[in-house]
């Protein structure tokens, strides 16, 4: 069981926790909402949870809860440019389907 | 798929409901957009890759509307359709424009805000900075993903009602929401994080393109407070550029250059400006349309040398400004440089001798105001729900109040208050039975109200009839977190009730601001002089109108001689009246008055007489 970051996308994270001066890594998670059932969230870390599970991906600590993980599982998040548009993008091959802008999923 | 940004802990927004905000420098030269992601406040650049977006708005006869670089190059070719600066003119009457003679301009005064005729009809300047925030707008949906919740937009510390209000309107044209008007200088602090610094007071140097603002603002535990603004609204980078072009036109003995030379050569002395920054020298070469060919080399210390007094006229806003705040120099925690003029190495040293310190540089000059608006928009989005949302209080520029009999101001919210803020103060009638009364809103340092800027005037109807001085009118000052005011008068008995809000034609501008603020200084002695003068002389025009009231009424109480003695006096007062010597008028009234005192006594038994006439003693409750 794992969930990465492409090159790109933990490159932009490291600058990111760099300026922001503090934490120990990013969460990745899922929560139950939207209008396809799941929800993805993607947080800073400051403080750990018991239960969460770490993976190291480039050199940034990727924190996932044991719930999440299942909806997870070989996920690799990436860091891409649409336009003048750029912001980080889960590559989950879990999802079945998603609504149009992709915010939300089923699995 | 929509692409996500990282969020604070906990703080992930649902599906659906990012709330987009940014921040937006709507400047005199330059405008910018930020906003805050993945934490960080960062600009948003175009597809070129550019952050900055000239503030220059050309018309075509096609109906497009050009914004930016490309507008910019059109400037030669297409003057009077081609605007820049429109900033200056924000809010502004056409006599309020300065040098529109220097100006490509076809100005159209019609009254209230200057208009500018185009190829495309008459465009005020609201439209035309509309059409720059559109474009913005549009920049950051595009950069975001999504349409924006809102956006704090920064004006001059120095905006008054109306610029902030064309503001505003601009905005709203241009189809964004406005969280909130943010001054300059504040963003600049905000940008800066100083509100994560323990306690201080940090000065804000703002020499922009063409305004400067300088501002003292105080941090405690995270709240800021403006303690004083001051600056000089015809000073930026530009005037630099223009020393610099006049230098070149001596030095290379060109006769009154054509249009197109002037802003070639113009063009050349910014750039030369520029060079200086990282160089010792500069060379400027250009072309004349004559065939005529300028070929000069400008080194730092000359430019340093010409400019100079450009320099000079940031330091005497500087002292004011310390003034104000009532500080020294060496009380000043941190000074921030924004506005890309600072990056002039020279003004950079005078900032320092000035404050005995090296100022802040390490953000870059022109975005800092962007950065800072975009931080703010943040918290007021509502994205930031952790307990470190702070407070922002800004400054009203000049004192607000009313005007009272006589012309005089009284003034009902000190200048350099903080926003936004709530005075009232009570006010009565001046005759017997009067049953309305005027009000005439002004701002300005001064005693009298004609050396005041009137701002508005309304009426409050409905008093009940009393006695002059027996209504309680309680009169209501209101400044929004945005600086606009509103006015509210009440009558406390009754409840009948007038207000107005001010949004005048145009207001002040700040050189109208500063010039006042300079006279209010030079002008104390003569102030309190005058101040002094109309208060006897309204004194003894109220005794006057009293003492005849009373002799219509009551002459009958007096014979012919007491009768001839106190209208000697009355004569006596109001040829006083009509002098220049507040003790003499003071004077008078004291023997109107002693002249009048037996009479007085007779009409105070009189009046008890008919009072008790009829009744019993024993029904006269003591």
């Not at chain 2, 300028?294 to 500087?318: C, D, G, S, W, Y």
């Amino acid at each position: 069981m794992s969930v990465t970051l492409s090159t790109n996308a933990a490159k932009h994270v490291s600058e990111f926790m760099a300026k922001r001066g503090k934490g120990v890594g990013i969460r990745l998670g899922v929560k139950t909402s939207g209008c396809s059932g799941m929800a993805y969230r993607l947080e800073f870390v400051d403080e750990m949870h018991d239960e969460d599970l770490i993976f190291e991906s480039h050199g940034v600590k990727v924190i996932v809860d044991p719930q999440s993980l299942a909806y997870l599982d070989g996920t690799e998040l990436d860091f891409v440019r649409e336009g003048l548009n750029e912001g980080f993008k889960f590559n989950n091959p879990n999802v079945k389907d998603a609504c149009g802008c992709g915010e939300s999923f089923n699995v | 798929m929509a692409l996500l940004q990282i969020a604070e802990p906990g703080q992930s927004a649902e599906p659906h409901k990012h709330r987009l905000a940014v921040g937006i420098d709507l400047g005199t030269t330059n405008s910018l957009v930020a906003t805050v992601r993945n934490g960080i406040a960062v600009c948003l650049a175009d597809e070129a890759g550019r952050s900055m977006l000239p503030s220059i708005v050309r018309y075509h006869a096609d109906g497009r509307v050009e914004v930016g670089h490309t507008a910019a190059a059109a400037h030669a070719t297409d003057p009077k359709n081609t605007i820049m600066s429109v900033k200056r003119f924000m809010g502004r009457g056409l006599k309020d424009v300065s040098h529109v003679e220097s100006t490509p301009y076809d100005f159209v005064d019609a009254g209230g805000m200057v208009r500018l005729r185009t190829v495309q009809g008459v465009k005020t300047p609201v439209e035309i900075s509309a059409e720059i925030l559109k474009v913005l707008g549009a920049r950051a949906e595009a950069s975001l993903g999504g349409p924006l919740t809102g956006a704090v937009i920064t004006v001059p510390a120095y905006f008054d009602d109306a610029q902030r209000q064309a503001t505003k309107d601009a905005a709203k044209l241009a189809g964004l929401n406005v969280l909130r008007l943010l001054n300059e200088p504040t963003a600049a602090a905000v940008a800066y994080g100083l509100d994560n610094a323990s306690e201080g007071v940090y000065a804000i140097y703002d020499l922009g393109g063409g305004t400067f603002d300088l501002s003292i603002l105080k941090l405690s535990r995270g709240i800021f407070e403006v303690l004083a603004t001051n600056g000089d609204a015809a000073l930026g980078g530009d005037d630099f550029d223009h020393r610099l072009f006049c230098w070149v036109l001596d030095k290379a003995a060109i006769e009154p250059p054509t249009s197109d030379d002037s802003r070639r050569l113009l063009m050349k002395a910014r750039e030369a400006k520029e060079l200086l920054t990282a160089s010792e020298e500069a060379p400027i070469r250009a072309k004349l349309s004559s065939g005529e060919e300028v070929n000069l080399v400008v080194t730092r210390e000359e430019f340093a040398a010409m400019t100079q007094h450009l320099i000079a006229k940031t330091m005497t806003p500087m002292r004011k400004v310390l003034r104000d705040a009532d500080l020294d120099p060496e009380d000043i925690k941190g000074v921030v440089m924004v506005g890309g003029a600072t990056r002039m190495p020279h003004v950079q040293r005078a900032v320092a001798e000035f404050f005995g310190q090296e100022p802040l540089t390490n953000l870059d000059p022109d975005k800092v105001v962007a950065l800072g608006a975009a931080i703010q928009a943040n918290v007021l989005a509502g994205n930031r729900k952790d307990d470190d949302e702070w407070l922002l209080l800004d400054v009203i520029p000049l004192s607000l109040g009313l005007e009272t009999m006589g012309g005089l101001t009284e003034k009902v919210v000190p200048r350099n208050s903080t926003l936004p803020i709530a005075r009232a103060q009570e006010f009565t009638t001046f005759k017997d039975g009067q049953t309305a009364m005027a009000f005439h809103v002004v701002q300005g340092e001064r005693e009298l109200v004609k050396d005041c800027r009137s701002l508005a005037r309304f009426e409050l109807r409905g008093i009940p009839p009393m006695v002059a001085g027996a209504a309680r009118i309680r009169v209501a000052f209101q400044v929004d977190a945005d600086g606009l005011l509103s006015v509210s008068a009440r009558e406390m008995s009754s409840g009948v009730e007038a207000s107005v809000l001010v949004k005048p034609s145009y207001g002040l501008t700040d050189d109208e601001i500063a010039g006042m603020l300079k006279e209010g200084v030079e002008h104390v002695g003569d102030d309190m002089h005058a101040r002094a003068l109309r208060e006897q002389q309204v004194e003894a025009e109220r005794v006057i109108e009293a003492t005849t009231h009373a002799l219509e009424q009551d002459g009958a109480l007096l014979d012919a001689d007491e009768r001839a003695a106190i209208e000697a006096a009355i004569a006596a007062l109001k040829q006083l009246v009509t002098g220049d010597d507040p003790r003499a008028v003071k004077k008078g009234i004291e023997a109107l008055a002693r002249a009048t005192d037996e009479f007085a006594a007779r009409r105070m038994d009189n009046s008890i007489r008919s009072a008790l006439a009829g009744h019993k003693v024993d029904e006269i409750q003591v």
